[in-house]
Structure formats: structure tokens, C-alpha cells
């Protein structure tokens, strides 16, 4: 039986952000994948109109469908939170690294989308690995991370797979290689969960 596939996603410096740490992640374990899995990574560009057409260049450069597409951005908290819902519409007033605000941005079709896997399961097995508790969130910020969330959910709809979004702490709060170690970990217990069907769920 083939490994399964993970698409794992991040961004690079935006603002001022000048080490985003969900980028470096990213590559990280698309150089290094957990036992039994295969990983595609790619760095989205911090812009609104950007994420979609690089997420189906991603998507379209492989043969086969992922299990699982999990988003990473980072965030000012102290924790990992995961993100339950995209919005439609961009509220954040920060602009994008194409100068565009999300007010200017027009509301994403088929308008909220919420992730079909079981958010419980994602938390309790990522807080396992991280050794810390596990923020879950229902806002996801209005910024660009927010519009990458939607187009994630709406590509997993798209191709029968499922999404799921990461924000990460910044790299003086936990350094790199731990954040590493507890993304691949949790990566390489939780795509097997979603393989066969333990983690997977409608929305509400």
C-alpha cells in the first residue's frame, strides 16, 4: 500500500516578520517526512490574491490527491492553535506584501468554511507532542492566514481530502527545531487517524 500524502504549507517574512518560523517548518519536513508518510511542502506568498493559484500549483504537481492539507502561520500567542473555521470575509487592517488590505479584498465564494476532521482528536494529539495545552480557535485572524484557511477547506471539499490550519508561536518563544519535531510528530500521528476514518467529521 502507498504511504499516504500530507500538502504542508507555510509562509515567509511579511511585515515585520523577518524568520517565519511556519515556512521554515514547512521545508524543514518536506526534506525530512515522518515514518510512513509522504510530504509536499510549499511557501505560500503572504498576499491575498497569491494563496489560491499557488495552492493548486501545489496541489496539480502531484498525482495523487493528499490526505491532508494542513495550513501553518505564525501568531503572537505563546502556544499552537488550531484553527477551525475560515471566514469569507477579510477584516485584518494589516496590509498584505502587495501593500492590498483585506477590507479591499472582495468576500471569498461559498462564504465560511469550516474543517471536516475532528478538532478534539487534532488538539489532544498535537498537545501529546507538544506538551503544552492546545489552543482551538473559531478566528483565524482576517489576514492572510485567514483567506489561505478558506482556500485550503475549499480545495479539501474540491478533492474529497481534508484541511486544517496551524498557527504557530514566533521563534523566540519556541525555537525551530522544537517546533520541527512537534509538527512531524503530530503529522505522523494524525494523518494515519484521518486515513481510516478516525479522525474525519462533518461539520456543523
Same mark, same amino acid.
Given at each position: 500500500m502507498a504511504r499516504p500524502l500530507a500538502l504542508l504549507t507555510g509562509? %515567509?517574512?511579511? !511585515?515585520?516578520?523577518?524568520e517565519n518560523p511556519s515556512g521554515l517548518i514547512a521545508e524543514a519536513i518536506g526534506k525530512d517526512a515522518p515514518p510512513g508518510l509522504d510530504v509536499k511542502s510549499g511557501i !505560500?506568498?503572504?498576499?491575498? =490574491?497569491g494563496v489560491m493559484p499557488k495552492l493548486r500549483e501545489l496541489l496539480n504537481e502531484e498525482e495523487r490527491e493528499p490526505v491532508l492539507i494542513l495550513g501553518m %502561520? $505564525?501568531?503572537?500567542g505563546s502556544s499552537f492553535r488550531l484553527e477551525s473555521r475560515a471566514r469569507s470575509i477579510m477584516s485584518s487592517t494589516k496590509l498584505d506584501n502587495d501593500g492590498v488590505l483585506g477590507r479591499a479584498v472582495s468576500p471569498l465564494s461559498a462564504g465560511e468554511r469550516a474543517t471536516r476532521v475532528d478538532m478534539?482528536?487534532?488538539?489532544?494529539? !498535537?498537545s501529546g507532542v507538544a506538551r503544552? +495545552?492546545? +489552543?482551538?480557535?473559531?478566528d483565524a485572524g482576517g489576514y492572510v492566514c485567514?483567506?489561505?484557511?478558506?482556500a485550503i477547506l475549499s480545495e479539501a471539499l474540491r478533492i474529497d481530502s481534508r484541511g486544517l490550519f496551524l498557527h504557530v508561536p514566533s521563534l523566540d518563544i519556541i525555537?525551530?527545531? +522544537?517546533?520541527?519535531? $512537534?509538527? =512531524?510528530s503530530f503529522l505522523g500521528q494524525f494523518v494515519?487517524?484521518?486515513r481510516y476514518g478516525c479522525a474525519v467529521i462533518d461539520p456543523t
Open positions: 509562509f %515567509g517574512p511579511f !511585515l515585520d516578520v523577518e !505560500l506568498p503572504v498576499t491575498y =490574491r %502561520g $505564525v501568531h503572537a478534539e482528536l487534532a488538539a489532544e494529539l !498535537l503544552m +495545552e492546545v +489552543e482551538i480557535s473559531e485567514e483567506c489561505t484557511y478558506h525555537p525551530l527545531t +522544537e517546533q520541527v519535531e $512537534v509538527v =512531524r494515519p487517524a484521518l
